[in-house]
């Protein structure tokens, strides 16, 4: 199995607040999961076509929708990883259609077996942000949910909105994923899963045979 891989870091948006001792560093990853999967999960028929989807079921790992070889963590205050070091998550999309965002499905789930720590609490908070050609998310828009972390792949975690954000045909908006100090979020340990290719990167030859070098790549969600 490929080796775990940690980059003792926090995730640098302007929006987003990290740990002092990880400023100006890089975000954490997990490494590739290691617990029990868990049962195969049947791609949602949406009653529309989404805004945005990432959620792309890899034909040789049945039923799967997103990879999970490797991820960047979602950290509360009081995780079991590293206590005191929150971590948040954003990740841009481009809206295909106009409308209005009733729920987002999102490739997060707990990894206690492969962080070597129990999760005290599963639930983070998921809002929807405006971009303005930032690069960054910028306002929130609509209403924020709150989705709670499955025990782990292929489940998907997902966030209902009691008031959705409107969103325009071709312009980009961010995930974004934060956790509070509410007592259902502050221990939140979990990990936000790439997307299903996102590791194919390429594949070399020196004469010794192939060698798979994988790439890492955005989590995977889905806007609808």
């Known amino acids: ?26 975000k954490m990853m997990s490494g590739p999961y290691k617990g029990p999967m868990g049962p195969a999960v049947a791609p949602e028929i949406p009653d529309a076509a989404p805004f945005y989807t990432n ?28 206590a005191g070091a929150t971590q948040w998550i954003a990740y841009p999309f481009v809206a295909s259609k106009t409308g209005t965002v009733r729920k987002v499905q999102l490739a997060v789930t707990l990894d206690n077996a492969g962080l070597g720590c129990t999760s005290t609490t599963s639930a983070f908070t998921v809002q929807i942000y405006s971009d303005a050609c930032t690069g960054a998310p910028v306002s929130p828009l609509g209403s924020a949910a709150t989705a709670n972390a499955p025990a782990g792949p292929p489940s998907l975690a997902t966030a209902n909105f009691r008031t959705g954000a409107a969103l325009t045909m071709g312009t980009q908006y961010w995930v974004v994923v934060t956790t509070s100090t509410a007592a259902t979020q502050t221990g939140t340990t979990a990990v936000w899963w790439q997307t299903t290719f996102a590791t194919q990167g390429f594949n070399l030859n020196d004469g010794n045979g192939w060698i798979s070098a994988p790439l890492g790549g955005p989590g995977a969600f889905n806007v609808q």
């Open 55 to 82: 959620l792309v079921t890899n034909p040789c790992v049945t039923s799967q929708m997103y990879s999970s070889d490797n991820g960047f963590l979602v950290l509360g205050p009081n995780n079991c990883f590293l």
């Open 1 to 26: 199995m490929k080796a775990k891989t940690l980059i003792t870091s926090c995730c640098l948006f302007a929006i987003m607040a990290c740990g002092t001792a990880f400023a100006q560093q890089g």
